[in-house]
Each structure stands twice: as C-alpha cells, then as structure tokens.
C-alpha cells in the first residue's frame, strides 16, 4: 500500500481562507521509510493550510514521543518532541532552490504530505538522548563511576624540566 494515499491534501476543492488537518503516524509509517535510529513513534502532525488566489501556506506542527535508549545508562528512555515547520507553496514549473517554498505544476491537485512529515520529524529528533538526573540505571552508574579515570599527579621528568627552564 502507498502510504502517500493516508497522507495527502486535496486542495482543489477548497475555498481560499484557512484550513485545518491532522495525521497520526505510528510503526507502519517509519517502517515505511525503514528509520529505525528511534523506535516506537507516535506522532501527530497538525498541517494548517492558508489558501491564497496564488499560493498557499502551510503551518506544520508536530508532537509526540518515542522510544530509544539512553546514552548513559542504556535503559529505555522516552523521549518527547515537538517542531514547528512552515512551508510555502507556488505555482509553477520547475524546481525552488529554498527547502522551505515547494513549487508544484498547475496540473497538481493535492498534496503529499508524508516526505514532510517524516523529514520533519528527524530534524526535531535530538542527538543526544539521557535520562534526567537520578532516573538512569544506579547499577550501571556506579559500574561508570568505578572505571573511570581520575586525574594523576604528574611525575617529573628531569629533561623535560630542563627544557622548561629554557622555554622560560
């Protein structure tokens, strides 16, 4: 199955003015696209649509959560987001050269807003995922806190010290 069909805006038939739609995403839509960094989506996406005689505009707004481990303890973390997007909308031939003005032929009648709603949602993912201070796995915190690295007094070395002196 397409999973564009689940996704898209007819928008011929709308009057000019604003309106409103929502999707949701789970498992089968980032199957779909085989990301696998995060795993566990549940996404809403709010797609506000202003309508003009030439161009549209189109407020993106998506929310939810997901699931991916902790980059400390290695424990389930979830991990919430939202991202706030517009894209604008012309009519033409062609290609834009800004990410953020779609140009769609006059032949076209809806909108696909899928590649959108996914590409924005990677964005919105944050690089670096740790539970809040004290939530992490004690067990594997203090496993860290035993191997790690103290700072060592240094030992003195007679021929770089005689160097340093020339240096001085």
């Not at 506000?48 to 389930?76: F, V, W």
Request: glycine share 4%; net charge negative.
């Amino acid at each position: 199955m397409d999973i564009r069909k689940k996704y898209r805006i007819p928008y011929t038939g709308l009057k000019e003015g604003k309106h409103s739609f929502e999707f949701t995403a789970a498992v089968e839509f980032f199957d779909h696209y085989k990301y696998d960094y995060v795993s566990q989506v549940e996404l809403t996406a709010t797609v506000e649509l202003q309508k003009m005689s030439t161009m549209m505009i189109l407020d993106l707004s998506l929310s939810g959560n997901y699931n991916t481990p902790c980059d400390r303890c290695g424990d389930d973390l979830t991990q919430d987001f939202l991202s706030e997007n517009r894209l604008f909308v012309k009519f033409g031939d062609g290609e834009s050269t800004d990410e953020n003005i779609l140009l769609l032929s006059q032949s076209e009648h809806e909108l696909h807003m899928a590649e959108y709603i996914f590409e924005f949602f990677v964005t919105s993912v944050q690089a670096r995922h740790i539970h809040n201070e004290g939530d992490c796995n004690e067990k594997v915190i203090n496993k860290i806190n035993e191997y790690k690295v103290t700072e060592q007094e240094e030992i003195s070395n007679p021929i770089w010290d005689k160097l340093k002196e020339l240096k001085k």
